[in-house]
């Protein structure tokens, strides 16, 4: 999923640091809010909260709650973190932008575990029937929920497919296409076929389809330890994890770091 | 006398009229509740998002951050038991502008039964931060809080009722958030209550008045917040408080009161009347008020057997 935020923070996302409440910014809700501290990392590296203050990450009195809370700081869009319900406020979002006349557009990160929510499919048919082509729906689609995974000796103890991918047996793509959506299947860690479908989305559909993103992508990507491993949707490193994991990450991570909002892509202008 | 669903729609339709920020969201029962007329008169400000309440509540709460003023519509228990958890967050936690508006809540809904009845709203509601809940008396107290409800930022959960209320309040009343309405004056006994069981209260205290007791009548429209200091005030000198509402005895008016009562020391003997844990039915309004004892009738004759039960002090 962090490959999928970073570029949509730092390439695409009409927003701006210095006036986070703007009209017409774009809107964008992490609807598996679980993964708020990524997001709060975003923010942070784009100039929408100091840094050190990542630090505070969970603790009483902090802005940056273990799931996002709309009221406490800047930059969120959405309170999140009961699971399946934040497509539904993205609806909203670009309804109105739609019945306003205004051209921001709406993104929604979803969680393939997530969609197995009933209320997300009442807003992917409600979406699709106003025909909001100004909203989009990225689907982290990693295979793993918190007690699902993959296919393994594990999730074989039964036949039945209950304890593997989420969507086991399911063409996701044809079920949103059922529905009246565009879908656009990616490699979720490839940057320039991420950027693609954003300037794709962004660009509407001349159906007036809202669109989706299916992202292909692997839990933990670049974290040896982690990779693929569904019980780090809960895991706390360690001292030698955490020191682990930087000496694999940090030389890219130090290029990326920008706090100045107009140097990447000039929409704020 | 205009059935409230009537004076909902119609009032409605003016808000839309009077701010283009007003939409509407209906669960598919726009001719049951009446904001078949907000459809009609402004239909591209009203959005029928089908038997979906949860979704419908989300969306009225993006709607709302974009500078929106959503109206939500359906019956009050699809809203307080099917999409509670849309409320608590995305409206309620997040202080969002959205007017959920409980239509059909209480017993009397026209006899479709346990499903589509509410009894447990007031419980429900009431114990949600962040969260306004008014339950108005009449016509004129319904229009009032629509208009207090467009004007203030903030979540709002208005119950109301199918049928026609008498006239509790003149046409010019104003509402004001919090406020306690003493509408009646006596000394034997303090009934408190609250929508449109009010003026089956105030009925019931004429009978009372002709067994030659004087009951004081109260009525709480602001369910939350509530001015603690004039409720208490508002049955001060009695020493026996009977809470009356269309509603569970649990949680609801009936536990409000009780709080607030008990909670500065010594307090009155506190009986409440209601729906005693139990699911309802379908049937007519006449046989629900009687058989869940809500009728003035019936609430005189209970108040007059806990007086005379009463050991003289």
Redesign the interface.
Known sequence: MMDLLVTLYFEELRVDPSDARA?DRD?FVLSKGHAAIGLYSVLALRGFLPLDELATFDKGDSRLQGHP???RLPGL??????LG?G???????????Q??Q?DFHTWVMLGDGEIQE??IW??V??AAR?KLSNLTAIVDRNGLQQFGLPSSAETTLTDRGDRRDPWFGVDLAAVFQAFGWRVVEINGHDYGQIRSAYKLARAGDYEGRPTVIIAHTVKGKGLSLAEGVHTWHSIVPTADDFEKARRELEPDELEILDNNPTSKNGAEA | MKAMRDVWGDKLVELGATDPRTVVLDGDLGNSTKVDKFAKAHPERFFQMGIAEQNLVGTAAGLASVGYVPWTSSFAVFFTHRAIDPIRMLVAQSHANVKIVGSYSGLLIGAVGKTHLDVQDLAIMRAMPDMTVLSPADEAELISMMDWAQAYDGPVYLRIVRDAVPDVFDVDYTFTPGAVYRLREGTDVAMVSTGPQVSRVLAAAVQLAEQGVAATVVHVPCVKPVDEDALRDSVAGHDLVVTVEEHSIMGGLGGLVAETLTATGPSPRIERIGINDTWGESAGNDFMLTKYGLSPELVSKRVLSVLAARVPS
């Open positions: 009209e809107r809370d709309v009221t869009d959405s309170s999140t973190g009961s319900q497509l539904s406020v993205g609806v909203g979002m670009a309804l109105g932008a019945l306003g205004k009933g209320m009442e807003a048919q409600v106003y």
